[in-house]
């Protein structure tokens, strides 16, 4: 199984502030030009929501202060300007293989 | 625009299979991958597996063969049989689209239903 690593596993932030957290894979998971690397933001008692697919696509929808980046084995999800409503847990998730793995979760709080 | 629906028993005992229906409205269930993803309380998530359109599947190899996932193309629904339930199994249990290729991230997702395993 290829695991995912998330960090930090929480922090704590004020709105305005810029934020970032990476997923490290435990193998590559780009093949050829495509990275296989999704992020999904979920709030309490919801549904995971897809922020960003192939590791940089941001999808329909997804404000764009929110951006991915990465190749390889690392990347990372930005939020340059955190707002109110982000506040959630943030997941990676591999989409190259099977079993499909998440990251472990980063929880985004209010500071 | 398509929206997934999970239904099924909200308790299941210990030793007995859990079953779950998804069903799709405001698309077809033909030529996309779906997926069963469970999340236990307060913890992350964890892939269950998928069926192809075409009956074509693949299971989390950590749940030891307990799991099968069926499509009835008929009612646009597919379903997830747990077999051997323990308290491990409790979990909020989502349905999920990836999109046509292999390689698809998962949207939309089910709001999810709670099941718990207990006697």
């Known amino acids: 199984d290829i695991l995912l690593t998330q960090s930090p596993s929480s922090l704590s932030a004020s709105v305005g502030d810029r934020v970032t957290i990476t997923c490290r894979a435990s193998?590559?998971?780009?093949?050829?030009?495509?990275?296989?690397l999704n992020w999904y933001q979920q709030k309490p008692g919801r549904a995971p929501k897809v922020l960003i697919s192939?590791?940089?696509n941001l999808q329909n929808g997804v404000p764009s202060r929110f951006s991915g980046s990465g190749s390889g084995r690392d990347f990372t999800l930005t939020i340059s300007s955190l707002q109110p409503e982000d506040f959630a847990t943030y997941y990676c998730?591999?989409?190259?293989?099977?079993?499909?793995?998440f990251g472990q979760g980063t929880r985004v709080d209010i500071k | 625009q398509v929206q997934l629906q999970e239904s099924g028993p909200g308790l299941v005992k210990p030793s007995e299979t859990l079953s779950l229906t998804c069903t799709v409205s405001?698309?077809?269930?033909?030529?996309?991958?779906w997926s069963w993803i469970r999340q236990p309380p307060g913890k992350g998530l964890e892939w269950i597996g998928y069926?192809?359109?075409?009956?074509?599947?693949s299971y989390n190899p950590s749940l030891q063969g307990r799991v099968t996932i069926s499509v009835d193309r008929s009612q646009n629904q597919f379903s997830l049989n747990l077999t051997s339930v323990t308290a491990a199994d409790t979990a909020v249990y989502y349905c999920?689209?990836?999109?046509?290729?292999?390689?698809?991230?998962?949207?939309?997702w089910g709001q999810g239903t709670l099941v718990t395993v207990s006697s």
């Open positions: 999920a689209k990836a999109g046509r290729r292999f390689f698809d991230w998962y949207d939309p």
């Open positions: 405001g698309g077809s269930i033909n030529t996309y991958y």
């Open positions: 069926i192809y359109y075409t009956g074509s599947t």
């Open positions: 193998q590559t998971i780009t093949m050829g030009t495509e990275t296989y």
């Open positions: 192939g590791a940089i």
């Open positions: 998730q591999q989409s190259y293989t099977t079993p499909r793995t």
